[in-house]
């Protein structure tokens, strides 16, 4: 691959399986140090798929709009399964944020919980230092060299990069199935505009929301994973993205998801 398509990396952090029991995991039930609010949508409590402690998972700073301590919690609507392109979405999904360095115990869940909503297994991860590289559809693949007859070299690279293992990941570019304006669908569907058509894009207040500060960055991307019986639609995916100035401020209470599947 050319030194113009290597240049477009962005570093992030890419999850793979740990040998060792870690506080970091998919599946599994809350390991928390104190109480919270379990989140809850139409009264019922939301399925909990996942945790991250970024003592563990960000230890050299790498992300650098991440806290170097405390844990984040997943959260996702398992019965509604929410799309996050249109307003009335938002709730069905949730991270919240722990700090201290207490001792972790096990969560008390839910009595009206359905059971189906928990992973049966869970996949403890740890970070390791990864590149990412942008989708080919927002490239311009003429400038970079690469005609249009060789545009599947850059998707082989992409995918001979990433291996087969799951593309779980924190930061970076992510990696769409259905398409590569996710920032600009937070932006819009957190901003009251549905995209679920074209008329929600082409309206005067997504204009407006196109001029505000665009920061959104990949929180979370959770593939399907197969070890966790984790399938998101399709073979689909969750991206779980935040507000980098929310995020520096250890806010992750505002979060915006985006659902997409083959």
């Not at 599994?28 to 945790?51: A, C, E, H, S, T």
């Not at 201290?100 to 839910?110: H, N």
């Not at 989708?135 to 995918?159: A, K, P, T, V």
Request: net charge negative; aromatic share 12%.
């Amino acid at each position: 691959m050319n030194e113009k398509v290597l240049a477009l990396g962005q570093k992030c952090l890419r999850l793979v399986n740990s040998d060792k029991r870690t506080s970091s995991f998919l599946g599994g039930k809350p390991l928390v140090g104190g109480l919270f609010d379990w989140p809850r949508k139409n009264d019922k409590p939301l399925g909990f798929i996942g945790q991250l402690d970024l003592k563990e998972i960000n230890p050299k700073k790498e992300i650098d709009w991440l806290p170097q301590t405390g844990r984040l919690l997943f959260f996702y609507d398992l019965e509604e399964w929410p799309w996050g392109f249109d307003p009335k979405d938002i709730g069905g999904w949730a991270t919240l944020y722990e700090n201290g360095d207490s001792d972790l115990y096990p969560y008390e869940l839910p009595s009206d919980l359905d059971l189906e909503h928990l992973s049966p297994s869970i996949k403890y991860v740890k970070s390791e230092s990864f590149i990412s590289y942008p989708d080919g559809q927002s490239l311009d693949f003429e400038s970079l060299g690469i005609s249009e007859d060789d545009d599947e070299e850059y998707y082989d690279f992409i995918d001979e990069h990433f291996g087969d293992e799951p593309r779980h990941q924190i930061g970076g570019f992510p990696s769409p199935i259905q398409g590569d304006s996710m920032e600009e669908d937070c932006q819009l569907a957190s901003g009251g505009v549905y995209c679920g058509n074209s008329d929600g894009y082409n309206s005067k207040e997504a204009e407006k929301l196109r001029s505000e500060l665009l920061d959104w960055k990949l929180l979370l991307q959770f593939d399907s994973d197969d070890d966790i019986e984790a399938m998101w639609g399709d073979m689909g995916m969750l991206y779980f993205w935040v507000r980098e100035s929310d995020a520096k401020n250890c806010d992750f209470s505002k979060p915006w998801l985006i659902l997409q599947c083959s």
